[in-house]
């Protein structure tokens, strides 16, 4: 990894906003290198470009303490310029209702802050020396639900997201030393396998009439990372079609 091209870590890609991320970056000429509990799809290992997909379950000390080393070992002294902490999880209830103050399992809650919260921190860590010889930036993929009462969002999410928009401010104020920038992005309603049908209920809260796409997040994931925002940090981008606004 020695040449001019710029490299990105990206978490949860196998699917959703994640994927779209890894895709957007190859589109650009990014060197990627992804993890998810899932392989990849086939057709995307083809790509030369796809330096590598790692099977990994943040969740779990030793699996993600094992993929910054293999990541690492990957980038050997060069540079990072990505990392994109998207990885996340909104449990139910097994009856399916929103894991919240009142109800569920509170280990269900360390599950949830354990990948929505402690991961980016570890991972971002794990990574401050190659993002510093990159003089890279964090993207941390936080929520509207984090902002506000969702309906469909269980409490243990939303307060974790919101947790995650707070750190990604105090990430940002002290990895500015490494030259490091970091960001967040709050998508709103977005076409994934996260989306129920109870969710389009949600559309007339949307003032741009529609839900919007993981491509759309990944355009935004993509300029935070880009030399776009080389001012930029500290910040976090609404990519809800209005929907905070309301």
Same mark, same amino acid.
Request: proline share 4%; with cysteine; aromatic share 6%.
């Given at each position: 990894?020695?040449?001019e091209r710029?490299?990105?870590i990206?978490?949860?890609?196998?699917?959703?906003?994640?994927?779209?991320a890894a895709?957007?970056?190859?589109?650009r000429?990014?060197r990627?290198?992804?993890c998810?509990?899932?392989e990849?799809p086939?057709?995307?290992?083809?790509d030369?470009?796809?330096?590598?997909?790692i099977?990994t379950?943040?969740?779990?000390e030793?699996?993600l303490?094992?993929?910054?080393?293999t990541a690492?070992?990957?980038?050997?002294?060069?540079?990072l310029?990505?990392l994109?902490n998207?990885?996340?999880m909104?449990?139910?209830?097994?009856?399916k209702e929103? &894991?919240?103050?009142?109800?569920?399992d509170?280990?269900a809650?360390h599950?949830?802050?354990? &990948?929505? &919260?402690f991961?980016?921190?570890?991972?971002a860590?794990?990574?401050?020396? =190659? &993002?510093?010889?990159?003089?890279? =930036?964090i993207?941390?993929?936080?929520?509207? =639900?984090?902002?506000?009462i969702?309906?469909? =969002?269980g409490?243990?999410?939303?307060?974790?997201?919101?947790?995650l928009?707070?750190?990604?401010r105090?990430?940002?104020?002290?990895?500015?030393?490494?030259?490091?920038?970091?960001?967040?992005?709050?998508?709103?309603?977005?076409e994934?396998?996260?989306?129920?049908?109870?969710?389009?209920?949600?559309?007339p809260?949307i003032?741009?009439g529609h839900?919007?796409?993981?491509?759309?997040?990944?355009?935004?994931?993509h300029?935070l990372?880009?030399?776009?925002?080389?001012?930029?940090t500290g910040t976090?981008?609404?990519?809800?079609?209005?929907?905070?606004?309301?």
């Amino acid at each position: 990894m020695s040449d001019e091209r710029k490299t990105v870590i990206v978490t949860g890609a196998s699917r959703g906003i994640g994927h779209a991320a890894a895709i957007c970056f190859l589109q650009r000429g990014w060197r990627i290198i992804t993890c998810s509990r899932d392989e990849a799809p086939a057709e995307c290992e083809r790509d030369t470009n796809w330096t590598s997909h790692i099977a990994t379950d943040l969740g779990d000390e030793a699996s993600l303490a094992r993929f910054i080393e293999t990541a690492n070992a990957m980038l050997g002294d060069g540079p990072l310029h990505g990392l994109v902490n998207n990885a996340g999880m909104s449990p139910k209830t097994p009856f399916k209702e929103r &894991l919240g103050c009142l109800n569920g399992d509170i280990e269900a809650w360390h599950e949830v802050f354990e &990948l929505n &919260l402690f991961a980016p921190l570890k991972l971002a860590r794990g990574f401050a020396s =190659a &993002l510093h010889r990159g003089k890279g =930036a964090i993207v941390n993929i936080t929520s509207i =639900a984090g902002h506000m009462i969702h309906p469909f =969002a269980g409490s243990a999410y939303s307060i974790s997201k919101a947790a995650l928009s707070g750190m990604t401010r105090e990430m940002a104020n002290e990895f500015a030393e490494l030259g490091v920038r970091v960001n967040a992005v709050a998508p709103g309603e977005i076409e994934t396998e996260m989306i129920e049908p109870e969710y389009e209920s949600l559309i007339p809260r949307i003032p741009m009439g529609h839900i919007g796409t993981p491509g759309d997040v990944a355009s935004a994931i993509h300029y935070l990372c880009s030399e776009d925002s080389a001012y930029v940090t500290g910040t976090e981008i609404w990519v809800t079609g209005g929907q905070h606004m309301v």
